[in-house]
């Protein structure tokens, strides 16, 4: 089974940068899509990025994209969000998901993490 563990979350001034981590096992980056999602305190869940490694495709919410990045390591079967000029509308519990590959970034994750809070500070 598919397990998925979050680190790098914290508190960060606005502007601010922090890099979440995501730690998958039970799987390779050749079968799955990695998504990070976020929610906010009273707010639905939103998908905010998500990478096929296999394939190369990414893609980025609008509303973090030119800010965000997301990365995949083969070697230590990790994907990172690097988080640069945060706001506190980013404050959120951030969230790992994995979907089949097949299935890929757009039609639901099978697999989640327990989640990560960030918090920005205005």
């Known amino acids: 089974e598919v397990q998925l563990v979050e680190s790098g979350g914290g508190w960060v001034q606005s502007g601010g940068s922090l890099r979440l981590s995501c730690a998958a096992s039970?799987?390779?980056?050749?079968?799955?899509?990695i998504a990070w999602f976020r929610q906010a305190p009273g707010k639905e869940r939103e998908e905010v990025s998500c990478i096929s490694p296999s394939d190369g495709f990414i893609h980025y919410a609008d509303s973090v994209k030119g800010r965000f990045t997301i990365s995949n390591d083969f070697h230590k079967n990790m994907v990172y969000l690097q988080m640069n000029s945060l706001k506190p509308e980013d404050t959120a519990v951030y969230y790992c998901?994995?979907?089949?590959?097949?299935?890929?970034?757009?039609?639901?994750?099978?697999?989640w993490g327990k989640g990560s809070l960030v918090t920005v500070s205005s």
């Open positions: 039970g799987t390779t980056f050749d079968d799955v899509a």
């Open positions: 998901a994995a979907q089949n590959v097949v299935l890929g970034c757009f039609q639901g994750m099978a697999y």
